[in-house]
């Protein structure tokens, strides 16, 4: 199965909304990317986390290392949100060395 | 934030010809990384890269692929023969370290690879 499963695969808010995506690991990470892949297939860092939260603006996002999920939380949806996010996560040095990404939830916000 | 340049933007090749992909990396980063995405889908790691050796590489990695870094130039992927299914968007990417706080990836634009 995927080592990293993102959730929803696909979401469409109105502007203005808040809403969450998710990412669980069957692998052990030790480090998360959130990313945005915009229209022009650009991919824009969101956050990098060790086991922790953060927040940027209307964006926060937080990785539990114990529970193996990531979340990115998107408050006041703006319609240059849309895109696709990605999350991937990093296993521990001493381990291989291959990042994994999901499968991306794909977020369409509307006026 | 940092830069990863990547060139061509886009290249379109005959099948069974080779082709050289281009990638500088943000200037004092020393892990670099290829991946290949098929139409806006899953990015799919398919190597990495550091001190001057492969340390992972994935079962896309075909023997027809390899990468280099001759004298701290660009990082390149070279695949030889070229087919049909390497046509994707590639898209480099480096990071400072690997693990700890200073393994953020940046990640370039990518090259649209077309095989005909």
């Known amino acids: 199965g995927d080592k990293v499963k993102q959730s929803p695969s696909a979401l469409s808010l109105q502007e203005g909304t808040n809403s969450a995506l998710r990412c669980n690991f069957s692998i052990a990470a030790t480090t998360v990317q959130w990313f945005l892949q915009n229209p022009r297939g650009s991919l824009i860092n969101l956050f990098y986390l060790v086991p922790g939260t953060k927040e940027n603006g209307r964006l926060k996002s937080t990785f539990n290392s114990k529970e193996s999920y990531s979340t990115l939380h998107i408050r006041d949806a703006q319609l240059e949100d849309s895109g696709t996010y990605f999350c991937a996560a990093d296993p521990p040095p001493g381990g291989n060395y291959k990042p994994t990404f999901g499968k991306g939830t794909s977020l369409v916000v509307h006026p | 934030g940092p830069k990863v340049l990547q060139i061509p933007s886009h290249q379109i090749i005959d099948m069974g010809q080779m082709v050289t992909l281009n990638c500088d990396p943000v200037?004092?980063?020393?892990?670099f990384y290829w991946y290949k995405q098929i139409l806006g889908q899953q990015m799919e790691f398919l190597v990495n890269?550091?001190?001057?050796?492969?340390?992972?590489k994935s079962k896309l990695f075909k023997d027809q692929f390899s990468v280099e870094r001759p004298d701290g130039s660009y990082f390149t992927l070279k695949i030889q023969p070229t087919a049909l299914e390497d046509s994707a968007v590639y898209f480099c990417?480096?990071?400072?370290?690997?693990?700890?706080?200073?393994?953020?990836?940046?990640f370039g634009p990518g090259t649209r690879l077309t095989v005909l």
């Open positions: 890269f550091y001190n001057g050796k492969v340390m992972e």
């Open positions: 990417a480096s990071s400072l370290a690997w693990g700890g706080n200073y393994a953020e990836q940046f």
């Open positions: 200037s004092n980063h020393l892990y």
